[in-house]
């Protein structure tokens, strides 16, 4: 599934760009592309940042 359609890039994208070290946004755009076109996606974004914060997230 997309998150950003301006970029093409995929939500595994994205997480993969979290898992990596991204922590906000900008970090995922700087890795990935996502966010940073026309912004619409930012919130799903973060979003998916917060849930790679979790403790649900980290133990699996």
Request: charged residues 25%; proline residues 2%; contains cysteine.
């Amino acid at each position: 599934m997309y998150v950003c359609i301006c970029a093409r890039v995929r939500e595994s994208e994205v997480r993969s760009a979290i898992s990596a070290g991204a922590r906000d946004e900008f970090d995922v755009g700087e890795a990935c592309g996502a966010g940073t076109g026309c912004g619409s996606c930012v919130e799903r974004i973060c979003g998916l940042i917060q849930d790679g914060k979790s403790p649900l997230a980290r133990a699996s």
